[in-house]
């Protein structure tokens, strides 16, 4: 099960952070959101660098902050492996 803390985003929502689930970034850690407290729901990411859950995901799994300018490289993926 996944160590999540609740915080309200400025909608009013409450969402839940995955403390132990990570993906690195240039400046720091995306932690994975959670629309419920049962981690069925994924919500967004949370920037660790700036702790601002303005974020956004291309399709390639690049993720970037909109805030600090924090980014996560995609996977690397050539069509001609497939």
């Given at each position: 099960m996944a160590d999540l803390q609740s915080q309200t985003v400025d909608s009013g929502k409450t969402v839940?952070?995955?403390q132990d689930e990570v993906e690195r970034g240039s400046k720091g850690p995306f932690y994975v959101v959670y629309a419920t407290d049962d981690a069925e729901n994924r919500w967004g990411f949370l920037c660790g660098?700036?702790?601002s859950f303005n974020t956004a995901m291309d399709t390639m799994?690049?993720?970037e902050c909109n805030e600090c300018g924090n980014v996560r490289k995609p996977d690397e993926w050539d069509a001609a492996h497939e």
């Open positions: 839940y952070v995955a660098n700036c702790d799994g690049r993720i």
